[in-house]
């Protein structure tokens, strides 16, 4: 990239749109919006402007690496605004982020012509016409962040409501279509993951490449520490992270508090089973002897557990997509103990799948091994921070890249 601004081009006029909080990242959506936008922000040889939208809130939504921040309209939808959200062809999943300031400025920002548009994420449809990026002139690169239809088919598995249910798997063939579509006339197409690149090969061809991202590591700051610092403590735990509001999330707290815990608690296991996240104090209630609740804590704190615990784990066994929570412990250097799902995209990091949720009893005795040998978890500590170094070098400048290559092949 230093060579293109070197050789006097002017650099190239990017439209960023999103959905997300990249300013104050809590989601995983968010965590990659951030990690994209700084990226895109940073380099010479890209003049980025643009537009993302963040869920209600009383303050308004700061701008971030030049691309300006909207709140969406309203908390609670009423039935007419989603009636007309689904009769206007969008995903009833996006309609969280709709914003009229927000449709505005994106209307302004494709109407100034910018060499290239950016969508990131399919929740971004809300504010902008689908239809207007397909059959435009302007190119655009379409970054998805899973395969959508395949989250929402199984979103319907984990639901208790016959109705609920059929309407999911009715909304996966509205976002086939729509992704489909998406993939056929974008110009390039980003994957966050390379199972998922593999998943739609047949829809983008060559114009499909996975780039998982790298995000930056959370700042020091004076935020008080939620669980309290201490070495011991903090070797001892055994971290899970993610609310119980999202099903896949559900599922495996359920599966650690009524399976793994009970099987480390009779191997009188030195560990510390610890769940973060909203709403997890009040899901599982009474903790058993070997567990705890943290609920939220902010970034600062979730790397400090991170960059001390024994390990995290991830026994997700629903959902499609780059898990993000693994990206933040890697990016932490944290051992993980992970399912073969929750591992997908993350091949280049070396790590084996050691959890089978029939397997309880197995992955305790690992947990318990870890837990009596210091040196095997500092040894895995530098593996994974190892392999998320030179990640990080590979992956340096590549979405800059990506889109320049886009823009010159459409041009081309």
Request: with cysteine; glycine share 8%; aromatic share 6%.
């Amino acid at each position: 990239m230093t060579e293109t601004a070197a050789s006097g081009r002017r650099a190239l006029r990017v439209f960023y749109i999103g959905a997300g909080d990249p300013v104050d990242p809590r989601s995983g959506m968010d965590v990659v919006a951030r990690a994209h936008i700084a990226e895109l922000a940073a380099s010479p040889a890209i003049d980025l402007t643009g537009v993302f939208t963040t869920l209600p809130a009383d303050t308004p939504a700061p701008a971030f690496g030049g691309v300006a921040g909207y709140r969406a309209d309203t908390k609670t939808p009423s039935k007419a605004r989603k009636l007309a959200h689904l009769l206007s062809g969008k995903l009833l999943m996006s309609i969280g982020f709709v914003s009229t300031p927000a449709r505005r400025a994106i209307r302004a920002g494709l109407a100034a012509k910018p060499d290239l548009i950016v969508v990131d994420h399919i929740q971004t449809l809300a504010n902008v016409s689908l239809w207007r990026l397909v059959l435009g002139r302007t190119p655009f690169v379409f970054i998805a962040h899973n395969v959508t239809p395949d989250t929402l088919v199984d979103g319907a598995r984990l639901r208790k409501s016959r109705a609920a249910a059929a309407f999911l798997r009715v909304e996966a063939v509205q976002a086939w279509l729509i992704e489909a579509l998406l993939l056929r006339r974008a110009a390039q197409t980003v994957f966050i993951s390379d199972s998922d690149a593999r998943h739609y090969r047949g829809l983008t061809g060559a114009k499909g490449v996975a780039l998982c991202p790298v995000i930056e590591r959370a700042p020091v700051s004076a935020v008080k520490a939620i669980a309290p610092a201490s070495n011991d403590v903090d070797h001892r735990r055994v971290l899970f992270i993610g609310s119980p509001g999202f099903p896949p999330n559900r599922a495996a707290i359920d599966w650690i508090t009524r399976s793994l815990a009970p099987a480390l608690l009779a191997l009188d296991a030195a560990a510390i089973v610890t769940f973060i996240g909203k709403g997890t104090r009040e899901h599982i209630g009474t903790p058993a002897a070997n567990v705890e609740t943290l609920g939220f804590v902010a970034d600062d704190e979730m790397e400090r557990l991170l960059g001390a615990c024994l390990c995290m784990l991830s026994p997700v066994v629903h959902g499609s997509g780059l898990k993000i929570k693994m990206l933040e412990a890697f990016a932490a250097g944290a051992p993980v103990m992970a399912t073969p799902l929750s591992l997908q995209g993350f091949e280049f990091m070396g790590v084996p799948a050691l959890l089978d949720l029939d397997q309880p009893e197995t992955a305790a005795r690992h947990i318990l091994g870890l837990a009596q040998d210091p040196a095997a978890v500092e040894a895995a500590r530098t593996h994974v921070r190892e392999r998320w170094a030179a990640h990080s070098r590979q992956r340096e400048g590549a979405l800059v890249d990506t889109l320049i290559g886009a823009r010159a092949g459409r041009a081309g």
